[in-house]
Structure formats: C-alpha cells, structure tokens
C-alpha cells in the first residue's frame, strides 16, 4: 500500500503540527496482567484521540490537490470528526461533521469549537453516514469517509513511533471501529519488517469484523448497541476487512462491563482518562492474561474523550 519512506513523510508531516505521543510501561499495569505492558498515549494528541494524524494527512491532500473547492463532510461519533475539524481550521478548509442523535454532548462541543458545522441525523453511525452521502451530493462537497488511505498513513504513523520507541514486542492490541487504526499498525509492523502480533479488539455488542472474519463474508449487523461509542459500527468496510484478515493475529470481542474494568484500571494505575473505544484493547489483554503472562505487550490508549456523565457511571460509582 506504503513505502517506508512516505510513512517516514507522514510522520514529519503530523510532527509539524504536534510532537509524537509518549509511550510508558506502567508498573502498576504490569503488577495487573502479569506482563511488561507498553501503553502508547494517543490521548495526548490535540484533539485527545489517534485519528487526528489521519485527518491530518487527508485533508492536507486534499487543499494540495484542490479536489474539495467547497469543503468536506464526513459522519462521526466525534473523533474522526474532531480530526477533520482540527485540519481544516489549519488549512483553511470549511468542514461539516453530521453525527447520529444522542451522540456525546462533549464530542460534539469539541467538533464545534473546532470551527465545523455540525448536524445532526439517525439513530446511530450507518445513518449518519448515508445522510452525509446525501448532503455531499446535494450541497457539493466532498465526502471524507471514516477509512481511507490517507488515513491509514496517517493514523499509522502512531505505531511507526511505538515500534520505534518501544523495546521488541511480541504483540500489540489495536481497537477496531471501522479500522484505520489497526490497519495503520498492520502497515507499520509489517514495513518495519516486526513479528509482533496484532491483535484487534471489537466490542462484544458490536463484532461486525469478527464476525465476517469468522463466516469468510462481510456480515452487516442490525444494531451496534455499546457504549464504547467509537466501536459501535453496524457494516464492516471492505479494504478494511481484508487488511485485518491478512494481517491480525486474531480478534478478541470485550464487553462494556470489561471496558468499564479496563477505564478504572487506567485511571487507578495510570492517572489517564480513557474513553471506551481507548481503553478496550487493555480490556482485551486483561481477559487474555494467561495467554500473554510474561511477555512484553504494547497497548494504545487510542482516544480520552469519554463523557463526564460514563465516566462517573463506570469509573466514581
């Protein structure tokens, strides 16, 4: 897909607007699972969450290109839209975000702040996908879909900083909602020519990828009902799918009460905010201990932005 060298590129392109995220091993963390754990802080970035070196990466193309006179739209649970609104106010690009009803006040404060026009559409993430499709059409702007290219180099570019920071490690977690984020570490690892394992993480009310993996065939969901909001994705898409089945290790589903776990963990070890999508994969790893007890594993803290409302509900109650 990638050379090494444009992901090098992709790198000092994200590190123009912030310097590289900072990578632990947290006692307390290891004391818990029984292993060496190395947990990648993406919520460190400016928008509190990985995707915005994808965003980033995208829409830079895009203005060089010229190809979105109008400004972009894209569908969002708030992170990938916090990502675009963040790079289009640095290039100057007009950015409109539509998420489904219901969706985190916060994230939604933050995307507005930002600079982007928000709106509002459906019941959940698929919904608010096909009305952007819609408003793209009708209002000529380019749609920015939630997995792309560009945003697989972009967001990889985290990995490309673990493996490089980080000891040897024999696997890393890797959330999965519609899958930049382990597809950007599949591309790194396997550029970089490592023998981590990959392993990706879904929610266990929402397991569109670990279902078609398991049924060799996509399989479309009728609901995605988990409060790991930026896992909560009905249809699988199709590159994304064939990337995660070539190159993952396998897929471990967690349940909202093992995110919940997993948040409080952070916070009680670490002193980090996690949001639900962020902290699955130490979910998953806290399930796996006695598959991973004595080896050294890499976890990514993907994002932070969890309401204030969740986290009293699954952190101070």
């Not at 010229?66 to 963040?86: E, F, K, M, W």
């Not at 994304?240 to 089945?245: D, E, G, Y």
Request: charged share 20%; proline share 6%; with cysteine.
């Amino acid at each position: 897909m990638f050379t090494l060298d444009e992901l090098e590129a992709a790198r000092a392109e994200v590190h123009r607007c912030f310097p590289g995220t900072p990578h632990y091993a947290w006692p307390l963390l290891a004391e818990r699972v029984g292993a060496e754990v190395w947990v990648k802080h993406e919520n460190h970035t400016p928008t509190g969450a990985f995707k915005v070196r994808g965003g980033l990466i995208h829409v830079g193309r895009l203005v060089r290109d010229g190809t979105a006179p109008n400004g972009i739209i894209s569908a969002t649970r708030g992170n990938h839209g916090q990502s675009l609104a963040y790079a289009g106010r640095r290039f100057g690009l007009p950015v409109t975000i539509v998420v489904p009803h219901g969706n985190s006040v916060e994230k939604n404060a933050a995307i507005r702040a930002l600079g982007a026009r928000l709106i509002e559409h459906g019941a959940d993430f698929d919904e608010a996908r096909i009305e952007a499709g819609r408003l793209a059409e009708a209002q000529r702007l380019r749609f920015a879909p939630s997995f792309h290219p560009d945003l697989v180099l972009g967001v990889a570019t985290w990995a490309l900083e673990l493996f490089r920071g980080a000891p040897p490690l024999d696997a890393l977690y890797v959330p999965i909602g519609l899958g930049s984020g382990i597809c950007g570490a599949i591309l790194a690892r396997d550029l970089l020519g490592l023998e981590t394992e990959i392993v990706g993480v879904q929610s266990a009310h929402a397991p569109a990828y670990a279902r078609s993996i398991a049924e060799g065939r996509p399989v479309h969901l009728d609901s995605a009902e988990t409060m790991a909001d930026g896992l909560a994705v009905r249809i699988p898409d199709p590159d994304a799918l064939a990337i995660i089945a070539r190159g993952a290790a396998r897929i471990v589903t967690v349940t909202d009460d093992q995110v919940a776990a997993a948040i409080r963990a952070y916070w009680f070890d670490t002193h980090n905010l996690a949001e639900g999508a962020g902290a699955a994969p130490l979910a998953a790893l806290l399930a796996d201990r006695p598959l991973e007890a004595g080896r050294r594993i890499g976890v990514v803290l993907c994002g932070g932005n969890i309401d204030l409302s969740l986290f009293h509900r699954w952190v101070l109650a």
